[in-house]
Each structure stands twice: as C-alpha cells, then as structure tokens.
C-alpha cells in the first residue's frame, strides 16, 4: 500500500473524511498513477503519412512513411547549437512571415509536451484522387 | 529506441515488381557505408573545428546532434505500392 492511500484511509478512520470523500480520493488516485504508467509505455513513438492516390495517368500509388518521433527530438535538440546571431535571424524570418515563434523557446521539455499533443492529432485531407492521413502512434 | 547511439546498421529493402510471384529481398550492411565513411570524418573533423569556431558553433555539441539525428533513423520505413511494382525499405 502506498503513502498517499495510506493517509486517506488514516484520514478516514479519524473522522476527517466521510468514506464518500476517501473512494472519491482513492479513485483519483488510482487514475494518476494509470496516467502516469500508460504515459511511459504509450510514449508516441513514430509519425505515420498515408498517403492514397489515384491518378488517371499513372494509376493508383500507396505511400506509407512512418518515421520515428526519435527524429523530431534529435532534431529540436540539433537547435541548440544555433549559434546566438543565426537564431535572432530565423526569429525575424519567422517574425516577418507572422509566425510569433521564438527558437529560444524550444526546450527538450517543451518538445515532450508538444509530442504528446501530437498523439491526439489526426490530419486528414480528401480529396477527389488523393487521400493523406497523418497520425501519430 | 532509447538508449540507440549508433546510427541505422542495416537496411531491408523489399522489392516486388507486378507479375512476379515473389520479390526481392535485399539486406543492406549500412555499417560497411559508415565504416567507409569514418576516415573521411575523421578528415574533416579540423576542417568542422575551425569552421565551427569562426561561426560560433559550440562543436561538440554539434557532434553529438548530428550522431543523435542519425541515430533517430531507427525504425524508419517507408512503403511505396504501385501498379507496377510495390518497394518496402526499412532501417534497422
């Protein structure tokens, strides 16, 4: 039994909380510790592009590309090596063209939450001979 | 995938032309290409040092990037399927 269930169980048979209160704690308790491991073991690995098409002339392709999210981090982490003068350079690039995005800002934690957002992202274009579908698993 | 610090040693490449009844299957020694590509490296890494001084790359740094960029093609696959032929290549 861990500490955090212990203490309500403690607080339970003191009296501080009705046994309502400690299963609705307990069940919150249960759902972060779930969340927590299900975050280590579905980690979003790759990034998947389907793409479907069927052109009168060359008939139908099927492409299916699945690169790693491995990629996407060795990438944002290649960033910190830009040197200081270079990075206030993509920053106006960047400024110009209305992306308010600042390089500086890009950390391996940001990244982490960023791919984890990923997992929920589904990018689906229908079009009348093209299929793409991009997804993260 | 964690823990990968080498860059892909293998690659599978599965081609198969329409008609055939079976395909061909390649296994490719990437390795042998990186141990090729060592010395040349090896070479150039003076070269990549005054470069990266003159323009304030922090070198090591750099190094260590690129050999986790390549190190992050592990699992790479790529499918192509048409009517002629269908083509699957993989890094191991």
């Known amino acids: 039994m861990n500490d955090n269930r212990r203490q309500i169980l403690d607080m339970l048979a003191t009296g501080k909380i009705t046994a309502e209160e400690a299963e609705r704690l307990i069940a919150a308790l249960e759902r972060g510790t779930g969340a927590t491991a299900m975050s280590e073991s579905d980690k979003v690995k790759y990034l998947r592009v389907l793409v479907d098409t069927n052109d009168p002339l060359d008939g139908p392709t099927k492409v299916n590309v699945r690169v790693p999210m491995q990629l996407l981090r060795a990438g944002v982490r290649l960033t910190g090596v830009i040197p200081a003068s270079a990075r206030e350079e993509v920053n106006a690039a960047l400024r110009k063209e209305g992306i308010a995005f600042d390089i500086n800002n890009v950390t391996p934690q940001n990244l982490e939450e960023l791919i984890e957002q990923l997992r929920e992202l589904t990018v689906d274009v229908d079009n009348e001979n093209t299929k793409v579908r991009v997804f993260c698993e | ?92």
């Open chain 2, 1 to 92: 995938m964690k823990g990968k610090i080498l860059p892909p040693l293998t690659a599978s490449v599965h081609v198969k032309p329409a008609g055939w009844r079976f395909g061909i299957r390649l296994w490719l020694p990437l390795f042998l290409f990186w141990l090729l590509l060592l010395p040349l490296v090896v070479l150039a890494l003076p070269f990549l040092f005054v470069a990266a001084v003159i323009f304030g790359v922090r070198f090591w740094a750099s190094i260590r990037g690129a050999l986790a960029l390549l190190s992050a093609f592990h699992g790479t696959s790529v499918e192509v399927e048409r009517p002629s032929a269908r083509v699957f290549i993989n890094l191991h």
